[in-house]
């Protein structure tokens, strides 16, 4: 069969309120025209993350209800525990309440003053915490991935040969070499196996650890078995359990591929590492057998797991993507191609070209989105990366907006109404106009800034 249909029934709904668009109108305005400030009653679509919005299934919570909420010893970590390793492999899997504490935690130890750490992208909480021990956080994204109109499988890889150079360079000075997977900051865009078993080597060969962010390792695995040579015919986990085989641990929010709404771990092999991460762990979110999660969350997390890579699944899921992607590129609106597996990103600089980066196309697509269908999106450019730490202000690489694409929540009837939308947008858009901040904080102004239209 040609159509590819939502692998699931709903047995549960939540019903969307729609408003007017003069409401619309109204909302923005109160909100400073930041769409972080709406209220998600407000909201018909909501596209703002893919982070924590997946709808769980009847499985999961059922899995909740056996959750053990015993301080120390509970089965519920065994389930996890057992979960994780199965997939991925590392000896010590320690729990948090989500991502970022995976990281705080990792970077407390391997960070400080005069570290240098690579990346292909890290992702804003990770450049955030290795910052903010006093390290760099250094992109080392191919070309390919910089392009939004290029067509390469895997523009999320890691440039091999700027990671030479880079360790030769600084080795003395490089804790850690990571790999973000998918390359959410790059627009989802996936890392092939042999990249990710080349930037291994190289850590490997200069003595350091290998850590895998790993976000969306099943939408990672998913592109690796259509889009690279000689993986086809192999299934999800092996592929899975091949990509961290080379690893030597791994951040993990669980609010994206665990198919639940909070949780995350840290996933390490090294036992003097372990400990302390343990110890940390004591005292920022909790004991080792629940990190900052409840009995339940960890059982959701394991049943979660098993959901999240099987192919019906990740077939739905990459398709939703590319369907709006190709449905937007006929009507001519520029978007990341080939479609990310998390998002679609529209490329608003190259849409409205005549708002220049200093005022925020990025940010008059998201907010139009929100005018004319009542569809929230995030602004990732200039808004978002524009404001230099010495108090400056210069355009982002690019000015995209992400339609983050929650899983499992929106069937194609929602992705067609989103296409019309934009459509229906494409008619005026040489009419939309900039916008300037009249407030901003000091840091991530994204969340906050107020905006007035030019
Ligand atoms: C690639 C990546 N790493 C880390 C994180 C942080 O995870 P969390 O939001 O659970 O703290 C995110 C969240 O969006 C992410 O996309």
């Not at 080597?201 to 259509?226: L, M, S, V």
């Not at 900052?292 to 999240?308: C, K, N």
């Amino acid at each position: 069969m040609k159509t590819i249909i939502e692998p699931f029934r709903i047995k549960s709904v939540e019903p969307i309120r729609t408003t007017t668009r003069k409401e619309r109108r109204e909302l923005l305005k109160k909100s400073g025209y930041n769409l972080f400030a709406l209220k998600s009653q407000d909201v018909l679509i909501d596209l703002l993350t893919d982070s924590g919005t997946a709808a769980m299934s009847a499985g999961q919570w059922a899995a909740m209800m056996r959750g053990d909420e015993s301080y120390a010893g509970s089965p519920s970590f065994e389930h996890f525990e057992q979960a994780v390793r199965d997939l991925f492999g590392f000896r010590h899997i320690i729990p948090t309440h989500q991502g970022r504490a995976a990281e705080a935690i990792l970077f407390s130890i391997l960070g400080g003053k005069g570290k240098r750490v690579p990346n292909n992208t890290h992702f804003d909480t990770t450049r955030g915490n290795i910052e903010a021990s006093g390290a760099e956080a250094v992109d080392l994204l191919c070309a390919e991935g910089l392009n939004p109109a290029d067509l390469s499988p895997f523009k999320g890889n890691m440039d091999i040969g700027k990671l030479e150079s880079f360790m030769a360079a600084n080795a003395g000075c490089v804790p850690c070499v990571m790999m973000t997977i998918t390359n959410n900051a790059g627009g989802g865009q996936p890392v092939s196996l042999a990249n990710i078993k080349a930037v291994a080597e190289i850590a490997h060969r200069y003595n350091k650890p290998f850590i895998i962010d790993g976000c969306r390792f099943a939408e990672n695995a998913w592109f690796i078995k259509c889009r690279e040579d000689g993986q086809g015919g192999r299934s999800i986990p092996e592929i899975v359990r091949d990509m961290f085989a080379c690893a030597d641990g791994m951040t993990m929010s669980a609010k994206k591929d665990a198919l639940v709404n909070i949780g995350g771990w840290l996933a390490l092999n090294d036992d003097k590492l372990a400990a302390q991460a343990r110890m940390r762990l004591i005292m920022t979110e909790g004991f080792p057998s629940y990190g900052g999660l409840a009995g339940r969350d960890l059982e959701a997390i394991a049943q979660g797991l098993s959901e999240v890579v099987e192919e019906d699944y990740l077939r739905y899921r990459v398709r939703t993507n590319e369907y709006i992607v190709e449905r937007l590129d006929k009507l001519g609106i520029p978007v990341v191609k080939p479609a990310g597996g998390h998002a679609v990103f529209i490329d608003a600089r190259a849409w409205l070209p005549h708002i220049p980066p200093l005022q925020y196309p990025g940010q008059a697509v998201a907010v139009a989105l929100y005018e004319v269908g009542g569809i929230r999106t995030c602004e990732i450019g200039t808004v978002m990366f524009g404001r230099q730490p010495d108090g400056t202000e210069k355009p982002a690489q690019l000015d995209l907006v992400r339609l983050a694409m929650p899983r499992r929540v929106y069937t194609q009837a929602h992705a067609d109404y989103i296409v019309e939308v934009c459509e229906e947008i494409s008619k005026t858009s040489n009419e939309l106009r900039g916008f300037s901040i009249v407030e901003e904080p000091p840091a991530l102004r994204h969340f906050t800034a107020r905006f007035a239209p030019l």
